[in-house]
C-alpha cells in the first residue's frame, strides 16, 4: 500500500505570512506524529496524535504551531506568523496504535520544506 | 541538551571495511529504532529493539540493545556503496509514543 504523503513537498513563504502542511498517513494507522528537522539535525518531536484527538503537543514551541486532525486520518500543521527560524523540513509518521511485535514503529513520509525568507 | 548522543557524526571508509556507529544516553528508553536517511527523503525504519540486550541482524547490518536500555549500536560488515547515508538511533521513552532522535551519522562508503 501507500506510504505517508507530505504536500506540498517544498514551501516557500515571507517572514509573517501564514502556512499549512499536509499529512496523509498510511492507511489504517491510528497514530500520526510531526517532527521538525533542522539541516544537520536529528528530527525533533511536535506533536503526536491518537485518532483525532492531540495525545501529546509538549513538543510544539509556541503558540504560533497548531496541528489538527479533524476526521481521524488527513492532518494539517498550521504555523501563524512565520518567522525565519521556523526555517526546516517537516516530517510526518504514522504508526499503528496498539499491539503487533513493534507498536511504536513509526514510518515517515519524504517531508515539506519550508523556507521563509 | 541531546538526550542521545551518536559518534561519530561523519565517517568516510573505503568499500569492504566494517564500522560501528554509538548510540549512548544516560536515559532508559523502552525502545529504540534505527533509521537510515537519504537526502530529500524522510527517515526509513531499520530496525526496532526493545529488549535490553536484544541483537538483531539485518543482512550486513547488526543492531544491539545495551543491557540497561540506554544505549545501542550499529555495526556494518564489508560495508558497500549503498550503505551511504545518514544513520539516525530514535528512543521511545517508558509511557511516551515521541521519539527522541540523536544527531545523526552521516556514512559516505568509496567504492
Known amino acids: 500500500g501507500a506510504g505517508v504523503s507530505q504536500t506540498p513537498s517544498n514551501k516557500v513563504t515571507e517572514k509573517g505570512k501564514y502556512v499549512e502542511l499536509r499529512c496523509d498517513p498510511i492507511?489504517?494507522?491510528?497514530?500520526l506524529y510531526w517532527y521538525r528537522q533542522s539541516l544537520g539535525q536529528g528530527p525533533e518531536f511536535l506533536i503526536y496524535f491518537q485518532g483525532t484527538g492531540a495525545a501529546d503537543d509538549s513538543g510544539l514551541p509556541n503558540d504560533r504551531f497548531f496541528a489538527v486532525r479533524p476526521e481521524g486520518s488527513v492532518s494539517t500543521l498550521k504555523i501563524q506568523r512565520t518567522e525565519r527560524g521556523d526555517s526546516a523540513v517537516y516530517l510526518c509518521?504514522?504508526?499503528?496504535?496498539?499491539?503487533?511485535?513493534?507498536?511504536?514503529?513509526?514510518?515517515f513520509g519524504p517531508g515539506t520544506r519550508l523556507t521563509v525568507t | 541538551t541531546q538526550l542521545l548522543e551518536q559518534s561519530p557524526q561523519f565517517l568516510s571508509i573505503q568499500e569492504g571495511e566494517n564500522l560501528t556507529v554509538y548510540c549512548n544516553s544516560s536515559s532508559v528508553f523502552s525502545s529504540l529504532q534505527w533509521y537510515r536517511q537519504e537526502p530529500g527523503e524522510g527517515p526509513v525504519l531499520l530496525v526496532t529493539v526493545v529488549t535490553g540486550g536484544e541483537v538483531k541482524k539485518l543482512k550486513r547490518l547488526t543492531f544491539q540493545f545495551g543491557d540497561a536500555r540506554k544505549d545501542s549500536s550499529l555495526h556494518i560488515t564489508a560495508a558497500q556503496p549503498g550503505d551511504t547515508g545518514l544513520y539516525l538511533c530514535?528512543?521511545?521513552?517508558?509511557?511516551?509514543?515521541?521519539?527522541?532522535f540523536g544527531s545523526g551519522t552521516r556514512l559516505q562508503v568509496q567504492p
Open positions: 509518521a504514522s504508526s499503528l496504535s496498539a499491539g503487533g511485535a513493534s507498536p511504536y514503529e513509526q514510518y
Open positions: 530514535a528512543g521511545a521513552r517508558t509511557g511516551r509514543r515521541a521519539l527522541t
Open positions: 492507511s489504517g494507522h491510528t497514530a
